[in-house]
């Protein structure tokens, strides 16, 4: 991994375009991701987000351009961008016909982890959850809120290097999304990179530094507060809509 003063490089991409047929998804991205940090990735529907997070993630390969992922070459080393990093998605994250345990195991031997580890990491998750009573309830009996915490820990269970979440706090009430936020802040602790999209512009202004997507290219890359003092705006909603509207 590159090193950009004393901060650590875990994602770069130089001028990343993403074509299908004569549509540009993406338009000559550029951008770091340091470890450690959280990284907003925010647009409307249609900015080209996904697109992006399905090349990061190593699920999809770039038309051009450099992308480097946790050191791997998203071209050449998918398979071990994979190994590395951890993703979760709003719309589906977890087997609604399994029990909480069964998904924490299921998960734990797709990411290749030991039973005595998946075990020791299960006893902890659960616990620090508040979930122990409800390790045998269907994932499909349990409330929304206490699934994308699953979800989040699940994504995160193996230790990854950098952790993706597309959308993740869609449908729940603002307490829970507080909550959920606590883990992304544990997980940074624990030495993951956090990189999120989000609807809720007030999300924003918990992550370090927030990249705006408008039509398939980044309009603007700053904090939450260089972003606001840059565009006159008083919240990063209003900074949204200044980029947007023009």
Not at 104 to 116: E, H, L, Q, S, V
Not at 148 to 174: C, M, N, W, Y
């Amino acid at each position: 991994m590159k090193e950009q003063d004393d901060k650590q490089i875990i994602i770069h991409v130089d001028n990343l375009v993403k074509k299908f047929g004569d549509f540009e998804a993406n338009k000559d991205l550029c951008f770091d991701v340091y470890k450690g940090e959280i990284f907003g990735f925010l647009g409307a529907n249609g900015a080209g987000k996904t697109t992006a997070i399905k090349i990061l993630s190593g699920l999809s390969s770039p038309t051009s351009g450099i992308v480097e992922v946790a050191g791997f070459d998203v071209y050449k080393n998918a398979d071990d961008i994979k190994r590395n990093i951890g993703y979760m998605s709003q719309k589906f994250s977890l087997y609604e016909d399994l029990t909480v345990k069964e998904n924490i195991r299921f998960y734990g031997g797709i990411y290749g982890m030991r039973a005595k580890l998946i075990k020791e990491r299960t006893h902890e998750l659960l616990s620090r959850l508040e979930m122990t009573d409800y390790a045998d309830k269907l994932i499909a009996e349990i409330p929304l809120g206490w699934k994308q915490k699953l979800a989040f820990s699940v994504a995160v269970l193996h230790r990854p290097k950098i952790v993706f979440l597309d959308e993740p706090t869609g449908g729940v009430d603002p307490i829970t999304r507080r909550q959920f936020w606590d883990l992304i802040y544990e997980a940074v602790e624990d030495g993951i990179t956090v990189f999120v999209t989000t609807h809720y512009m007030d999300e924003a202004e918990y992550c370090h530094r927030v990249s705006i997507m408008v039509d398939g290219r980044i309009a603007a890359l700053d904090t939450p507060d260089g972003l606001k003092q840059q565009y006159g705006a008083g919240s990063m909603n209003d900074v949204f809509l200044k980029l947007a509207r023009a």
